[in-house]
């Protein structure tokens, strides 16, 4: 999956749907640790609020937990 600069789809939404189908898929598997914020930002080529916000998003939905200091890691999978 790639970014579609030109989708009516917002960027931030985008990287949510390919980060969420790494943690569908098991490519991040349950208490995994996300790649950093510089990390995601070098791969996907777009601001550090850019991928917050995607971040966030992956929050609400509760497949992410962000620990201060540690970084965001992938919840465990609701029985």
Do not use: C
């Not at 971040?55 to 029985?79: A, D, H, M, W, Y």
Request: no cysteine.
């Amino acid at each position: 999956m790639t970014v579609d600069q030109w989708s009516t789809e917002p960027i931030y939404r985008q990287i949510a749907a390919i980060l969420r189908a790494k943690i569908e898929s098991g490519e991040y598997a349950p208490g995994d640790k996300l790649p950093s914020e510089p990390r995601l930002q070098q791969e996907h080529g777009f601001a550090r609020d850019t991928i917050r916000h995607a971040i966030k998003l992956l929050r609400e939905e509760n497949l992410v937990v962000t620990l201060p200091g540690r970084g965001t890691f992938v919840r465990p999978r609701s029985q």
